[in-house]
């Protein structure tokens, strides 16, 4: 029987899943198991868990439909045996170390959590995340002594459950198809259930932040984060009921959340976000929900200052952005953010279509039908077959062939959104700075 349980969900994650399994492979902690679910993936993942299945009997790997990240969970703490369970997601990675620290510390002191630090990771960079910052490390701890220990509901991974504790409550994760942040309700429910909770200082996981597939540009997952609070005060009303303190820090770690998504999302999203934000800020504050002591200072000030003027704390909050029209977008406007989006492109000389499949020929198609100019498609790398000029008229160049255009011409990114990250760093290496890119909106449009 293996002590530790990890649970690895995976999707559409074929550039980044090695470096997450070779974490675990070489896991100084060898008691572990590792149960992979593979929600419906459509790239080379599921290729990529056989072959580590097929070298190390201690992976285990579950093929299933895409049914969404909460069911592929629950699915995987269903057939964990392990006396703990470790979350993994599949683009980030470990520490060698990482399970070998928690199991220490987690059978030293019986605790039903144990948590430690991490790392940020960009572009092959580490910045450490003080994310435990005050709390009170290498001491035992739990909810009623330390009542903002709901702050922590953003990071369910660099931490240990003991999974008879996870059985004895009934926590499971919220199972909404197509849905995000379902880790949020998650760790709220382990948080206000556990008794005992341990805080070690090291830092265990490398968290990725710069994967391209991330749901911040996403208009249909937009408002996943309230729906994932929602669904978490009906599982704990109960608690509310005999403890109004946790209710009030519950509260707290909400609006901390909200802002967090607010600062993070795409900014054509923002300002219907801060709508519903505000609703619910003034909702809670007639139910008497809002608590002052219980808020960070800077969340407290945020709110305070989109109470006495919302419009005012967009303008200084929002990204920046070149057309004022994206400044007032709302997620069920999606015409107003097309029609930015395509007269911004009209505004520059040349345009590069960067991707000359079936998505970048269309968007060729409706930039041309708008009066706009198309100067090439551009590829990474030529073929000995690529005659030049083989796409709808048009010259097919290799970016570097093309930097001489890049400080006056825009680029838009016509490829799978996995891959337009780094395709965004290469051409910025090239000297170019006016970079657009795809997303779920222009593609309903063209």
Request: hydrophobic share 35%; net charge negative; glycine share 6%.
């Amino acid at each position: 029987m293996p002590e530790i349980s990890v649970l690895i969900p995976v999707c559409n994650v074929e550039n980044y899943l090695a470096q997450c399994l070779d974490s675990v492979v070489n896991q100084t902690f060898e008691g572990w198991e590792a149960i992979c679910v593979n929600d419906g993936s459509t790239d080379e993942s599921g290729r990529i868990l056989e072959r580590y299945a097929g070298r190390d009997a201690r992976i285990r790997v579950i093929h299933k439909e895409n049914t969404g990240y909460g069911n592929s969970m629950n699915v995987a703490l269903d057939r964990a045996e392990g006396c703990y369970v470790a979350i993994l997601e599949s683009d980030d990675f470990a520490e060698p170390d990482m399970l070998e620290k928690l199991y220490r510390a987690a059978t030293e002191t019986d605790a039903d959590i144990v948590k430690g630090n991490y790392y940020n990771y960009r572009e092959g960079e580490d910045r450490f995340s003080d994310r435990l910052g005050d709390y009170r490390k290498n001491h035992l701890l739990n909810r009623h002594d330390c009542p903002n220990i709901l702050n922590l509901a953003d990071t369910i991974w660099s931490c240990l459950y003991k999974r008879s504790f996870l059985t004895a409550h009934k926590i499971r994760f919220h199972e909404t198809p197509g849905a995000s942040y379902q880790d949020i309700s998650f760790a709220l429910q382990g948080w206000i259930r556990a008794e005992r909770v341990y805080f070690i200082e090291d830092p265990l996981l490398h968290y990725r932040r710069d994967n391209p597939g991330s749901s911040m540009n996403n208009p249909q997952k937009l408002f996943c984060v309230f729906e994932e609070y929602e669904w978490a005060e009906e599982k704990l009303e109960g608690i509310w009921n005999c403890d109004s303190t946790q209710q009030r820090y519950f509260t707290a770690s909400k609006y901390r959340d909200y802002l967090n998504h607010y600062y993070r999302v795409g900014l054509q999203y923002q300002y219907a976000l801060l709508l519903r934000l505000e609703q619910s800020f003034r909702e809670d504050k007639k139910r008497g929900r809002v608590y002052e002591p219980a808020f960070l200072p800077e969340v407290w000030d945020a709110l305070c200052g989109l109470e006495d003027d919302r419009n005012g704390f967009f303008r200084r909050t929002a990204k920046a952005v070149p057309d004022p029209r994206l400044d007032v977008c709302r997620l069920e406007n999606e015409k107003v953010y097309a029609e930015a989006f395509f007269s911004e492109l009209k505004g520059y000389p040349q345009v590069l279509i960067y991707g000359a499949g079936r998505v970048g020929q269309r968007l060729a198609k409706e930039i041309l039908g708008r009066g706009g100019n198309i100067h090439a498609f551009l590829v990474s790398r030529l073929s000995d077959s690529d005659t030049g000029e083989n796409c709808m008229g048009l010259p097919v160049m290799e970016v570097q062939a093309a930097a001489g255009l890049a400080e006056d011409c825009a680029v838009v990114l016509a490829v799978t959104e996995w891959s337009q990250h780094e395709l965004y760093v290469n051409l910025e290496t090239y000297g170019f700075r006016h970079i657009f890119r795809v997303d779920a909106v222009i593609r309903k449009k063209i």
